[in-house]
């Protein structure tokens, strides 16, 4: 699979790595008590749900079989978006059949895609995250060459571009709008940020704001906070049950709003980098230093 620089492009449909091994270290991430669960579980992967109980059990299978063979743990947690099927039911008969992996959480009432998102990331015990939707249009096989980015220390995200749309032409065009119109507006340029197929370190989302509309300006958010984010090539595959569920509806207007509050938090941060601290030593050389 070829690598993809932040103002590059792809057309043509990815390679898939073999899905069989991820061994790396953790990264420590600074926090109390953080290092005590990345010894625990290295990755964690978020799926949010509404509605999508027959794609579950085909997505958990494939999930199953990118990591059965990790040296490290792993844990995918499932959000249910207050489903009106046999969702929580699934996500329940999954747990039951394996709860060393799968764990879900289901919300009271519906919070949409980004509160699902933030709900998991919240949830996840691993020190690298992955994102995918629930529906199947994303890949699992397509992970694995994501994290081999991110442990070559490419960035601090790896975020995929869908290189063969497998959506109606009225979607591809409106997301091509949107993207362009969020780039020009928060000045960036992230080419797809429709692709729920990412990780990233845990601590990348940790100071990122939860709104409603956050998951489409998520590598936006990320870099604003001075993590480093890459793009690559992923697969799209057709949408096999139902229809869109988190979709265009009311997507232009709340869309150009949450962009000029994007614009006004990126003008607005403030970038408060500590240069030296001596809360960065060992306990023992501070007891030494009093």
């Known amino acids: 699979m070829s690598d993809l620089s932040e103002s590059g492009?792809?057309?043509s449909e990815p390679e898939p790595e073999p899905a069989t091994r991820f061994k790396y270290p953790p990264r420590s991430l600074g926090m109390a008590g953080r290092n005590a669960l990345v010894a625990a579980i290295a990755l964690s992967i978020v799926i949010p749900v509404y509605n999508e109980a027959e794609s579950i059990p085909r997505l958990a299978e494939e999930v199953d079989r990118v990591f059965d063979e990790a040296d490290r743990a792993w844990e995918c947690v499932w959000v249910d978006d207050a489903s009106s099927d046999d969702t929580l039911r699934r996500l329940r008969e999954l747990h039951a059949r394996d709860p060393r992996h799968h764990q879900y959480m289901t919300l009271a009432q519906r919070?949409?895609?980004?509160?699902?998102?933030m709900t998991g990331f919240r949830a996840a015990r691993g020190e690298i995250i992955a994102t995918l939707?629930?529906?199947?249009?994303?890949d699992p096989a397509d992970l694995p060459a994501l994290l081999g980015l991110l442990h070559r220390g490419q960035a601090d995200m790896v975020t995929g571009v869908r290189a063969t749309r497998r959506d109606g032409w009225g979607?591809?065009?409106s997301s091509r709008i949107a993207n362009g119109f969020r780039n020009w507006i928060t000045h960036d340029h992230i080419q797809d940020v429709g692709c729920s197929l990412r990780v990233f370190y845990?601590?990348?989302?940790?100071e990122v704001p939860a709104f409603s509309g956050m998951h489409r300006f998520l590598p936006t958010l990320v870099r604003m906070n001075g993590f480093s984010v890459?793009?690559?090539p992923v697969r799209h595959r057709p949408r096999v049950h139902g229809i869109t569920k988190y979709g265009v509806n009311n997507r232009l207007w709340r869309g150009i709003a949450d962009c000029l509050a994007v614009r006004w938090m990126h003008s607005r941060g403030i970038d408060a980098r500590v240069a030296e601290s001596s809360l960065d030593l060992p306990a023992e050389e501070r007891s030494h230093a009093l």
């Open 230 to 232: 890459l793009e690559v």
């Open 171 to 173: 979607r591809r065009v």
């Open 111 to 117: 919070c949409g895609q980004s509160g699902a998102l």
């Open 9 to 11: 492009e792809r057309t």
């Open 202 to 206: 845990h601590d990348c989302v940790d």
């Open 133 to 138: 939707d629930g529906d199947l249009q994303n």
